[in-house]
């Protein structure tokens, strides 16, 4: 009985150790992945104020990609997200920006008679 709940204790302590060590700002840095958003929606803006709201998130939003000519909202003028640049640029924003990773929030329309996929 003793080894299980000095078990449960000391794993305990650990997780927490560890999350203190992971959630500084020197080691966050090195561990979090540098994302950015395609397109600006509702469901984006959601995203990143969630991800921002968490300092321990693994992802670090580094701004926003717009997509001209695609239903979407306006991406924040003067806004805590800066805009990188137009999807017509992507690869080298992606490189410029060090993206690491690539996060879709609006998606361009099918072409005019397209069908279903599948």
Same mark, same amino acid.
Do not use: K
């Given at each position: ?23 500084? #700002? *020197?080691? *966050?840095?090195?561990?979090?992945? *540098? ?18 709201a ?10 926003l ?10 991406? #924040? ?23 690491d ?9 099918? #072409? ?7």
């Amino acid at each position: 009985m003793f080894a299980c709940i000095a078990t449960l204790l000391l794993l305990y302590l650990w997780r927490g150790v560890f999350y203190a060590i992971v959630s500084a #700002p *020197r080691w *966050r840095g090195l561990i979090q992945q *540098r994302a950015a958003l395609l397109g600006w929606t509702a469901e984006a803006q959601a995203l990143a104020g969630e991800i921002s709201a968490l300092p321990a998130h693994p992802f670090q939003i580094i701004g926003l990609i717009d997509l001209p000519g695609v239903s979407q909202s306006t991406p #924040p003028v003067g806004g805590s997200l800066p805009v990188l640049g137009t999807a017509a640029d992507l690869p080298a924003l992606l490189a410029r920006h060090q993206v690491d990773l690539l996060i879709a929030a609006a998606a361009r329309p099918p #072409p005019p008679g397209a069908g279903p996929p599948g």
